[in-house]
């Protein structure tokens, strides 16, 4: 499992992991957090690239670490969510780090937010919200279509098995529904995991400890997937 935090694009750190560590390794699962380019001077696609070099220097490290290169799954939450998730369905990132899209395990994405940018920022969210996702990803159309992962999805594609863990504030909710249905509309393997009663830091927080909800849900998708 290769995690990137969240932090809105702009903060955070690869420590933040909470209990997954933990989790993952008593689960037979390996477990590789990553850091990325975070300063502002750097787009959403040097993000993304970060994400795929990462994922191709660890499946070379397979035999030094006993890892199965065909079984690397990405997790991403919050603002990672949108990253791992944008990696799995545009397959430019991970053709520039000589990978392609069948080499991606599968992708859990936690109270991702921002799968269709272009809806949150006509129609969806506070101006604040807005406001902060234009700092991140411009006040150009095109560019937020090009970085919304729910643009790229098509059939046929080969994309991996989608976990989308959600909490209920309705944002969230509403992208992540809306994802999943134009997944599955796709006939991609998606599995939709509402978090009741989580905020976005509670389960980054929380996922992992115990056996919650998401935390069965989500093993009980890995391995029937990977």
């Known amino acids: 499992m290769l995690f990137v935090h969240g932090g809105g694009w702009a903060f955070g750190d690869k420590t933040d992991v909470g209990a997954k560590p933990g989790f993952f390794l008593d689960n037979d699962i390996a477990f590789v957090s990553m850091n990325y380019r975070l300063r502002w001077d750097y787009q959403v696609a040097d993000r993304a690239a970060n994400v795929a070099a990462a994922l191709a220097w660890l499946r070379r490290q397979t035999e030094v670490h006993n890892i199965d290169a065909h079984r690397v799954a990405l997790m991403g939450h919050g603002s990672g969510a949108h990253l791992v998730s944008l990696v799995a369905t545009d397959s430019s990132h991970l053709k520039a780090a000589g990978l392609e899209l069948r080499d991606v395990g599968g992708v859990v994405a ?13 129609e969806l969210g506070s101006f604040l919200q807005r406001r902060r996702l234009e700092l991140i990803f411009g006040s150009e159309e095109k560019r937020w279509a090009a970085q919304s992962p729910m643009t790229h999805v098509a059939p046929g594609k080969g994309m991996p098995a989608l976990a989308l863990l959600h909490v209920d504030e309705e944002l969230a909710a509403l992208q992540t529904r809306g994802f999943a249905k134009r997944l599955t509309d796709a006939n991609v393997d998606t599995v939709l995991l509402p978090a009741r009663g989580e905020t976005r830091d509670s389960l980054g927080s929380k996922l992992g400890q115990g056996n919650t909800p998401a935390s069965i849900g989500l093993l009980t998708f890995l391995r029937a997937r990977l």
């Open 110 to 122: 936690v109270a991702g937010d921002a799968f269709d940018i272009g809806r949150q920022m006509r």
